[in-house]
Antibody
Framework: QVQLVESGGGVVQPGRSLRLSCEAS????????MHWVRQAPGKGLEWVAV????????YYEDSVKGRFTISRDNSKNTLYLQMSSLRAEDTAVYYC?????????????WGQGTMVTVSS | SYELTQPPSVSVSPGQTARITCSAD??????AYWYQQKPGQAPVLLIY???ERPSGIPERFSGSTSGTTVTLTITGAQAEDEADYYC??????????FGGGTKLTVL
């Protein structure tokens, strides 16, 4: 079935780096834009980044610009988020999400999330 | 980018109608999307392009729009509808934004 599975979360010290992965299955991965969305403990959803279906365009939320890099490997059906210079305020559950087809839009498929804790 | 404004909380009695609003000037030109999130779970797309409901979403969920405000309406709210609800829209710069979320209490 259509599925997204995140991995790579954990506890990391401030200033260090971490790479998240999101493996897709059950759909044609290279036909869809993909997003990262995060949710700090007890807080709301925050959009983080998007990458177009072919990787040609990437956009970021202002607070992660220059520190986070979104990428994808369509041959491996996998989305990535490389996070560097991590801060305490980056602590959150990170979700990957599929952007629906043009007739739908929105984020129609979500992973279960992976927790990132930035702490010394 | 811009902000989407939602009320922090809404309460409704079982069987009654709940309305959750989301406001921003940009919504007069941009589509809105609605998500439901229950504790410990990933969000679920409830409404797309202001008023459309994905397959599998109960008919009691509906969306409407008027000017700079979009509204999620739950007609005949059930206990299982108690959750956090988020509106979302896209910026013309390629970025996206979520509203702050509304906690719906059914009591």
């Amino acid at each position: 079935q259509v599925q997204l599975v995140e991995s790579g979360g954990g506890v990391v010290q401030p200033g260090r780096s971490l790479r998240l992965s999101c493996e897709a299955s059950g759909f044609t991965f290279n036909s869809y834009g993909m997003h990262w969305v995060r949710q700090a403990p007890g807080k709301g959803l925050e959009w983080v980044a998007v990458i177009w279906y072919d990787g040609s365009n990437k956009y970021y939320e202002d607070s992660v610009k220059g520190r986070f890099t979104i990428s994808r490997d369509n041959s491996k059906n996998t989305l990535y988020l490389q996070m560097s210079s991590l801060r305490a305020e980056d602590t959150a559950v990170y979700y990957c999400a599929r952007e629906g087809e043009a007739l739908v839009g929105g984020f129609d498929i979500w992973g279960q999330g992976t927790m990132v804790t930035v702490s010394s | 980018s811009y902000e989407l404004t939602q009320p922090p909380s809404v309460s409704v009695s079982p069987g009654q109608t709940a309305r959750i609003t989301c406001s921003a000037d940009a919504l007069s030109k941009k589509f809105a999307y609605w998500y439901q999130q229950k504790p410990g779970q990933a969000p679920v797309l409830l409404i797309y392009k202001d008023t459309e409901r994905p397959s599998g979403i109960p008919e009691r969920f509906s969306g409407s729009t008027s000017g700079t405000t979009v509204t999620l309406t739950i007609t005949g709210a059930q206990a299982e509808d108690e959750a956090d609800y988020y509106c979302q829209s896209a910026d013309s710069s390629g970025t996206w934004v979520f509203g702050g979320g509304t906690k719906l209490t059914v009591l």
